[in-house]
Every structure is written in C-alpha cells, then in structure tokens.
C-alpha cells in the first residue's frame, strides 16, 4: 500500500525558513501529481503548491514568492522550502499525491494518497 511520509516540520521565528519532505513508498506509477496543503485549527484544508511527474508546478497566491516546491526526478518524493515565513504560515502541512494529471490541483477531494502530516509553527 502506497504510503507518503512527511519530515521537516518544526518551529521557526517569523522571517525564517524550513524546508519539508515528501517520500511516496511504494508508488510505482509515472503521471502523478503531488502537492502540498495546510490546516489550521478552526480553518479549512488550504492548498499550497503542487508539482507534476513532468515538472509542471503550481504555487498559491498566499506563498508564492517564498515558498518552492520541487522533487526527486527518479522517485516520487516532493520537498517544499519555505522561506521567509509568517506566523499565518503556522499549520499543519500535508502531502498528497495523485494518479494521473487530471483535476483542479488545489482541490483536496482529487487526491488519492495523503501523509499524516507535518506541524509547521511560527512565532513572531
């Protein structure tokens, strides 16, 4: 059973950086989607940024220009670094990856596999 396995979280005053990763075991497929989404108590699921098994990336507006997503060509491992942090950026992230390439990236309902997260915190 595919599982993916989040590191990287931790706390970090306002203006610093932290960079989390994705590892997808046992996922063999070649079109995949994984992306990376955050929670906050009392708030929705929100997403943050998405990448292609073929490079493509999707970044939202909130991070854009601070955060950057990439991954491990060969496997389907994702990372985010997030620079420049905020303490609205304090949640807990998750990552999720998804058969194929079809779908609204930001959606959480079109993934198929999720971790169980990372807490992110960030004091001002």
């Known amino acids: 059973q595919v599982q993916l396995v989040e590191s990287g979280g931790g706390s970090v005053q306002a203006g610093g950086s932290l960079k989390l990763s994705c590892a997808a075991s046992?996922?063999?497929?070649?079109?995949?989607?994984m992306g990376w989404f955050r929670q906050a108590p009392g708030k929705e699921r929100e997403a943050v940024a998405a990448?292609?098994?073929?490079?493509?990336?999707s970044v939202a507006d909130s991070v854009k220009g601070r955060f950057t997503i990439s991954r491990d060509g060969a496997e389907a491992t994702v990372y985010l670094q997030m620079n420049s942090l905020k303490p609205e950026d304090t949640a807990m992230y998750y990552c999720?990856?998804?058969?194929?390439?079809?779908?609204?990236?930001?959606?959480?309902?079109?993934?198929?596999?999720w971790g169980q997260g990372t807490q992110v915190t960030v004091s001002s």
């Open positions: 990448i292609r098994s073929d490079g493509s990336t």
């Open positions: 999720a990856l998804r058969h194929g390439f079809g779908g609204d990236w930001s959606a959480p309902g079109i993934y198929n596999y």
């Open positions: 046992k996922y063999t497929g070649v079109f995949y989607r």
